[in-house]
T-cell receptor
Framework: SAVISQKPSRDICQRGTSLTIQCQVD?????MFWYRQQPGQSLTLIAT?????????ESGFVIDKFPISRPNLTFSTLTVSNMSPEDSSIYLC?????????????FGEGSRLTVL | GESVGLHLPTLSVQEGDNSIINCAYS??????FIWYKQESGKGPQFIID?????DKRQGQRVTVLLNKTVKHLSLQIAATQPGDSAVYFC?????????FGAGTRLTVKP
């Protein structure tokens, strides 16, 4: 299994500002992903964080709004840029354990953002 | 893409009863399925998984059933306990692409 730590766990932000969420995994993992979970809804995949290359974004999400870094096999960041109240959501980092290919994803506790 | 904004379906059961949570998945090519449990303020937690070459898998107090003909997945929880109260999501997977269903909120009444 993998233990995933995210920070901040929650934040209140002003409209127009940007916030970077950090995700640290306690072991090297092949795949890391960022999800968004709006209140009372399911999880929507934002992007796959690729180590050493640009992230792969899902339809409806763009790099200018959600820049992602993944400098190594245990760490990734997601920035929510130029925030608006519609960005208020929980952002979840997840990771697939190394060597397992398609399989279980482990999740962090999430970062709850409120944009005023 | 984004899921439609709907209120989560709910299921309310009496403590000690069995619970059945259903899920319809979308892609007939999906080859791996997982049920996750999400408690309030926490990230999703793995419960049980099943691969497409199986139709049933059992864990401790939980059973997952897969019907590929109608693209349907169910989670059965035996002797439901108050600690089982949470939102349950099914997820379908092709390679590393994992997509989550809408979720069901399970409430266990003492």
């Amino acid at each position: 299994s993998a233990v995933i730590s995210q920070k901040p766990s929650r934040d209140i932000c002003q409209r127009g500002t940007s916030l970077t969420i950090q995700c640290q995994v306690d072991s090297q993992v092949t795949m890391m992903f960022w999800y968004r979970q709006q209140p009372g809804q399911s999880l929507t995949l934002i992007a796959t964080a690729n180590q050493g290359s640009e992230a792969t974004y899902e339809s409806g999400f763009v790099i200018d709004k959600f820049p992602i870094s993944r400098p190594n096999l245990t760490f990734s960041t997601l920035t929510v840029s130029n925030m608006s109240p519609e960005d208020s959501s929980i952002y979840l980092c997840s990771a697939g354990a190394s060597g397992q290919g398609a399989g279980e994803l482990f999740f962090g506790e999430g970062s709850r953002l409120t944009v005023l | 893409g984004e899921s439609v904004g709907l209120h989560l379906p709910t299921l309310s059961v009496q403590e000690g009863d069995n619970s059945i949570i259903n899920c319809a998945y979308s892609n007939s090519a999906s080859d791996y399925f997982i049920w996750y449990k999400q408690e309030s303020g926490k990230g999703p937690q793995f419960i049980i998984d099943i691969r497409s070459n199986m139709d049933k898998r059992q864990g401790q107090r939980v059973t997952v059933l897969l019907n590929k003909t109608v693209k349907h997945l169910s989670l059965q929880i035996a002797a439901t306990q108050p600690g089982d109260s949470a939102v349950y999501f099914c997820a379908e997977n092709i390679g590393w692409d994992m997509r989550f269903g809408a979720g069901t909120r399970l409430t266990v009444k003492p």
